[in-house]
Nanobody, 110 residues
Framework: VQLAESGGGLVQAGGSLRLSCTAS????????MRWYRQAPGKERELVAS???????IYADSVKGRFTISRDNRKNTLYLQMNSLKPEDTAMYYC?????WGQGTQVTVSS
């Protein structure tokens, strides 16, 4: 199983980014997936999750700004991030079960 995140970068506050998580060795449509983030000196935080049935859950800190979704044909998980804030700066990881990607850095400047 391999998960590979991409789409991170540097963006100004108020901007948007879309993170992607491409999976191999698993079928995303039949499992739950999660996005986490971790900022330096802070604990890892669950940002969003999507169940096999499509039910989504968000951390209070990102509700209304972030959207988790997946493209079953591309076997890819997404995290659309809008109205970004400096406090969203972190390394973002996709995960399922014990499988994690390498992460993609998101930096939001004020």
């Amino acid at each position: 199983v391999q998960l590979a995140e991409s789409g991170g970068g540097l963006v100004q506050a108020g901007g948007s980014l879309r993170l992607s998580c491409t999976a191999s060795g698993i079928i995303l449509s039949i499992i739950g997936m999660r996005w986490y983030r971790q900022a330096p000196g802070k604990e890892r935080e669950l940002v969003a999750s999507i169940s096999s049935g499509g039910t989504t859950i968000y951390a209070d800190s990102v509700k209304g700004r972030f959207t988790i979704s997946r493209d079953n044909r591309k076997n890819t998980l997404y995290l659309q991030m809008n109205s970004l804030k400096p406090e969203d700066t972190a390394m973002y990881y996709c995960a399922t079960g014990m499988n994690w990607g390498q992460g993609t850095q998101v930096t939001v400047s004020s």
